[in-house]
């Protein structure tokens, strides 16, 4: 599967963004989806994560209550809709995907997935 990561850009404190990762190759709904961001210096870092079929979602306590996460498999497309943001989210954002997993689960570190976008800056300035 192939992954393309957009929607980044500059934005205030306090305000949103909507990222979304298109994926082509394959059959969408085949794959456990995740999100993960990193900043310069740092290692990346888990921020969302959806199964399936998108009815079980999981959060770092960083972003619990800000970003959510969704996805839909009609039009191959995963969301992170990112709320109240802060200078700290400043980061290159990651959409990842994993193939072969039960319906029912998410994965929260990035060894899990195989396939990987190209990530998209996201700047929120103070």
């Known amino acids: 599967v192939q992954l393309q990561a957009s929607g980044g850009g500059l934005v205030q404190a306090g305000g949103s963004l909507r990222l979304s990762c298109a994926a082509s190759?394959?059959?969408?709904?085949?794959?456990?989806m995740g999100w993960f961001r990193q900043a310069p210096g740092t290692e990346r870092e888990f921020v969302a994560a959806?199964?399936?079929?998108?009815?079980?979602?999981y959060y770092p306590d960083s972003v619990k209550g800000r970003f959510t996460i969704s996805r839909d498999n009609r039009k191959n497309t995963m969301y992170l809709q990112m709320n109240s943001l802060k200078p700290e989210d400043t980061a290159v954002y990651y959409c990842a995907a994993r193939s072969g997993s039960s319906r029912l689960i998410y994965y929260t570190d990035s060894s899990d997935y195989a396939y990987w976008g190209q990530g998209t800056q996201v700047t929120v300035s103070s």
């Open positions: 190759g394959d059959t969408f709904s085949y794959y456990a």
């Open positions: 959806v199964n399936r079929d998108g009815g079980s979602t």
